[in-house]
């Protein structure tokens, strides 16, 4: 049996903690869709476009992984795409709670599709977007966190917009 699995989530911009468990992900399914949620709501400081381009470019290596947009509920997107499986990174005992009550949802949403979690690697536990994109926006040294076209994104970005944070 073919399995696609789902690695969701707002990706901005994606860090070497997601590369991470997308690499691990991609080991264990036939197929892995990182899915990049437009996540309105969060306001986010790269465009929906921009942070498919960046995940597309970052996980160019992985050849069973691809990237697609989604709006809307997961489960919905999950099922559009004939996915059996949503991935989740457990970075810490704190997400812990919150994960499950999202993996119960879903499961109630669309009882086909199972969620697995995959443990963070110690080194990134701490690690977040937006943590990254505090770094930056102060003008800190955010490169190991992240693949060296985040940080081009980054400063193109700023370019654009003319300043950095206060
Ligand atoms: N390494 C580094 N950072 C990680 C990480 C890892 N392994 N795992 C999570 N994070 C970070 C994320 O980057 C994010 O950082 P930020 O808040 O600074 O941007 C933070 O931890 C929270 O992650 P997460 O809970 O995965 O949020 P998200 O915004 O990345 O993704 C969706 C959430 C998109 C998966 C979820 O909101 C969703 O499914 N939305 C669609 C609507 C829906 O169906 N909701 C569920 C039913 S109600």
Redesign the pocket.
Request: aromatic content about 6%.
């Given at each position: 049996m073919h399995v696609t699995a789902i690695y969701?989530?707002?990706?901005?911009p994606m860090?070497v903690?997601?590369t991470?468990?997308a690499e691990r992900a991609s080991r264990m399914f036939d197929e892995v869709v990182i899915g990049v949620?437009a996540?309105k709501r969060?306001n986010p400081f790269f465009s929906l476009e921009e942070r498919v381009s960046l995940a597309t470019e970052i996980t160019a290596p992985l050849g069973n992984v691809s990237v697609q947009p989604f709006e809307?509920?997961?489960?919905r997107f999950a099922k559009s795409i004939d996915c059996r499986v949503v991935i989740?990174?457990l970075?810490a005992i704190s997400d812990f709670d919150y994960e499950v009550q999202?993996a119960g949802?879903?499961r109630h949403?669309e009882p086909s599709v199972e969620t697995v979690f995959i443990a963070?690697s110690q080194d990134?536990t701490f690690?977040?977007?937006?943590?990254v994109r505090e770094i930056a926006r102060h003008e800190g040294d955010y490169s190991s966190f992240v693949h060296p076209v985040v940080v081009d994104a980054f400063q193109r970005k700023y370019a654009e917009l003319g300043e950095f944070g206060e």
């Open positions: 969701p989530g707002t990706f901005d860090t903690g997601h991470d468990v949620a996540s969060k809307g509920l997961l489960m989740r990174g970075r999202i949802v879903n949403l963070a990134y690690l977040s977007s937006s943590i």
